[in-house]
C-alpha cells in the first residue's frame, strides 16, 4: 500500500463553508416552520373524537367517509369493527362539537335509516405524547451511551462529530414534514429511530476509515488533515452510496408497494436514510476537519509562543 | 487447478440453505406472532386508582389487576391477549383479533362484586364464598331459561343463611346493581344457588366468567384506546410483504451486478438471515409489529451493508496486487472491527432504547438487537466462511468476478 494521502480524486473538504451554510439555512427554515405552522399531527398525537356507528348492517368503508364529509366534516380514518362488521368506527382529528355531532347523526340516519346509533368517545392524546417524549429521551440518552463508546474506540472528537450529524439529520426530517405539513403518526417514532440507527452507521464507516489512514499520516499542516480525510471519503465512497443505495431500494419498495399505513414511515425513512448518507460525507466529517485543524493551528500558536 | 471437494462444500452448503428456507420458511413465517397493527384488533390502556381511601396501589396490587384481567380476557376466549402492568399505575390492554370493542371493554373494565343481601341490605355472603370456577351459564333443565348457577366453597355456610332467611326473599346484587331477588323457599342443603333474568345463554355465560374471574382489585379508567380494523391490518401485512419480496429481490439483482461471485454469496447470507430472524423470533415469542418491521428492513440493510464493507475492502486488497486468498483473509480481517464497531454502536442504542423506551420503542429495540446479532452471523461469519470456499475452489481465479477491472490492479 501506498500512503500518498495527496492523490484523492474529489475534493470533499474544500466547499465545507457551504456545506455548513446549507444545513444552517435549512435548521433555520425549520426551527421558523416548527414554530409558525408546526407540525401536521395525526390523530395519535392530538386530542379528538372517536365516533362508533352502530349501522346494523354491512358497510362500504368509503361510503361512510363520504356521508362524513357531506356532513362537512373531516375525518381522520374509518374501520370496520363489529362481530357482524356492522360498526363503523370513525376518528376525528379534532374533538366534535354537539351541532356537528348531530349533523353527523342526521347524515347517517339519512344514509343508512333511522335505526343508526352512533355513540361519540373523547380521545386522549397523553400517551402518544408520553411515548413521543420517551422516544425523545431515549434518543438522547443512546446519543449519549454513543459518545462515550466511540470516545474509547476512537476519539471524543469522533462522537460528538458524529451525534451532531446524527441530530442534524433527525431534525431536517422533522424540518421536511413541519414544511410539507406530511402527517405525523405513532410510525413516526419508529422511522426516526431506524435514522438514527443509520446514521451511525454512516459515519462510524467513515471514522474507522480515518483512524486507520491517521496511523500512516503525519498531520503537520492543515493540508495534511484534508488529505487525509478526502483520501479517506474517497475510499469508502462505494460503500457509502452501496449501501444507502440497498436500503433505500427496500424503503422504495415499501413505499410504493407497501399501503397506505406505512407511506409517512417509509417517507420519513427515505428521506432520513439520504440525509444520513449526506452528512456523515458532507457534516461529520467536515466537523472533524475543521475541529482537528483548530487543534492544530492552536498547538502550533502554543509552540510558536514558546520558540519566541 | 479446480478443487472440487471445496466448490461441492459450497454447492451443498447453498442447497441446504434453499432446501430448509423452501421446506420449513412457509410454516416459520406462519408461526409469527403478528401485532395488533398487522392483524387488527384493539388496545386499551386503562389508569389504575384505589378502590377506597385505605387501598394504596403499589407494584402488587398492579400485578394482581393484570392477573384479574388476564382471567377475565382468557375467559373470554381471546387468544393471545397482552395484558402488561406499565409504570406506576397503568395497565395496558392488547386484544388482537377482537372485533367486538363494546363487548371486550365491558368484559375487562366491569368490577364485579357479587354479594347476597338480606331485606335490610345486609351482605350475608359474598363472590369469595365462590367455589373455584362455581359460576357456570347454562340453560335451567326445567324452564329452558338462561340462568346462572353458583355453588359455593362452603355449603354448610350457605345451608345456614337459607335456613335463617327461608321464606323471604334473598337480593343478589352484582356490585350496587340489583340482578334478582328470588324467595328462599326451602333450606338448601347442597351450596347452590341461581341466578335468573339472562337474556341469552351468551349473556349467561359472560356473566358466569366475570363472577368466576372474581372482582378487580382496583378501580381502573380508560385513557387511551386505539384500534386497527382487521381487514387494514391484514392489508398492512400483505403489502408489507410484498413490498419487503420485491425490495429485497431488487437488492439482490443489484448486488450481483455489482459485486459477482461476492454479490451471489451475500444473496444467500440474506436469505439465511431473514430465515433465522423469524425463527428466532417465534422462539423467543416476540410479536411481530410495524415498527418490528422498520427494524427488520433496518436488519437487513445492516446486514447487506456488512457485505458491502467487507467487500469494498476485499476489492482493495485486489487492486493493491494481493492474490484471491491473501485478499480475502485480509479484507475480511480489515473489514471486521470496521463493521464490528458499526454494530456495537448500534446495539448501545438499542439496549438504551429498550431500557429506557416504552412498549413501542421496545419492540423496535429486541427485534434491531436480534436482527444486528444474526445479521452478524450470516453476513460476517457466514460469509467469510463462503467466500473462503469459493475462493479456495480454484473456480473464480478472475478479476471480473469480483468486480475488479484487470487494469486497476496495481503490480506489488
Known sequence: MNYDFSNYKFDFVKHRKKYFLVSAVLIIAGIISLLTIGLNLGVDFKSGTRVQVQIGKTFNESEVQQSVEQAGLKPGSVTTAGDKKDMAVIQFAKPIHKDEFAKLTKAMQMKYGKDVSLQESTVNPIISQELARSALYSVLLASIGIVIYITIRFEFRFALSSIIALLHNVFLVITLFSLFQIEVELTFIAAILTIVGYSIHDNIIIFDRIRDNLKHAKLKTVQDVEDVVNYSIGQTLARSINTVLTVVICALALYIFGGESIRHFTLALIIGLIFGAYSSIFIASQIWVSWRERDLKKKKMALANNEA | ?412
Do not use: H
Not at chain 2, 382468557?74 to 397503568?90: D, H, S
Not at chain 2, 382496583?218 to 384506546?225: D, P
Not at chain 2, 447470507?269 to 423467543?284: E, F, H
Open chain 2, 1 to 412: 487447478m479446480i478443487k472440487w471437494s471445496r466448490l461441492v462444500t459450497l454447492l451443498v452448503i447453498v442447497a441446504v440453505v434453499f432446501a430448509t428456507v423452501a421446506l420449513t420458511g412457509k410454516k416459520v413465517a406462519m408461526g409469527t406472532t403478528l401485532g395488533l397493527d398487522l392483524r387488527g384488533g384493539f388496545e386499551i390502556l386503562y389508569e389504575v386508582s384505589p378502590l377506597d381511601e385505605k387501598q394504596k396501589v403499589t407494584k402488587q396490587t398492579l400485578i394482581d389487576a393484570t392477573k384479574a384481567l388476564d382471567n377475565r380476557v382468557n375467559k373470554l376466549g381471546i387468544a393471545e391477549p397482552e395484558i402488561q402492568a406499565e409504570g406506576e399505575n397503568r395497565i395496558r390492554v392488547r386484544l388482537a383479533g377482537v372485533t367486538d370493542q363494546e363487548k371486550a371493554r365491558d368484559m375487562i373494565g366491569k368490577p364485579a362484586n357479587l354479594t347476597f343481601r338480606d331485606m335490610q341490605g345486609n351482605i350475608l355472603m359474598s363472590g369469595s364464598d365462590l367455589a373455584e370456577n362455581g359460576a357456570q351459564g347454562v340453560l335451567d333443565p326445567q324452564t329452558q331459561q338462561p340462568v346462572v348457577t353458583l355453588q359455593f366453597k362452603d355449603p354448610k355456610k350457605f345451608a345456614n343463611v337459607t335456613q335463617k332467611y327461608v321464606g323471604q326473599p334473598m337480593a343478589i346484587f352484582l356490585d350496587e346493581q340489583l340482578i334478582t331477588a328470588p324467595v328462599i323457599q326451602q333450606v338448601i342443603p347442597n351450596g347452590t344457588a341461581q341466578i335468573d333474568g339472562q337474556k341469552d345463554i351468551q349473556e349467561a355465560k359472560d356473566l358466569a366468567a366475570i363472577l368466576n374471574a372474581g372482582a378487580l382489585p382496583v378501580k381502573m379508567k380508560e385513557v387511551f384506546s386505539t384500534s386497527v380494523g382487521a381487514k387494514l391490518g391484514q392489508e398492512a401485512l400483505e403489502s408489507g410483504i410484498e413490498a419487503g419480496v420485491v425490495g429485497t429481490l431488487i437488492v439482490f439483482l443489484f448486488m450481483i451486478v455489482y459485486y459477482r461471485m461476492p454479490g451471489f454469496i451475500a444473496c444467500i447470507t440474506v436469505v439465511a438471515y431473514i430465515y433465522l430472524l423469524l425463527l428466532l423470533q417465534n422462539l423467543m415469542g416476540v410479536t411481530l409489529t410495524l415498527p418490528g418491521i422498520a427494524a427488520f428492513i433496518l436488519g437487513i440493510g445492516m446486514a447487506v451493508d456488512a457485505n458491502i464493507i467487507m467487500y469494498e475492502r476485499i476489492k482493495e486488497e485486489l487492486r493493491s496486487g494481493k492474490s484471491y486468498l491473501s485478499a480475502l483473509r485480509a479484507g475480511s480481517k480489515r473489514s471486521l472491527g470496521t463493521i464490528l464497531d458499526a454494530n456495537v454502536t448500534s446495539i448501545i442504542g438499542a439496549l438504551v432504547l429498550f431500557y429506557f423506551g416504552s412498549s413501542a420503542i421496545r419492540g423496535f429495540a429486541v427485534t434491531l438487537i436480534l436482527s444486528i446479532l444474526v445479521g452478524l452471523f450470516t453476513s460476517v461469519a457466514g460469509a467469510r466462511f463462503l467466500m473462503g470456499l469459493a475462493v479456495r475452489s480454484n473456480l473464480f481465479n478472475k478479476p471480473s468476478y469480483y468486480g475488479v477491472k484487470e487494469r486497476d490492479i496495481r503490480e506489488l
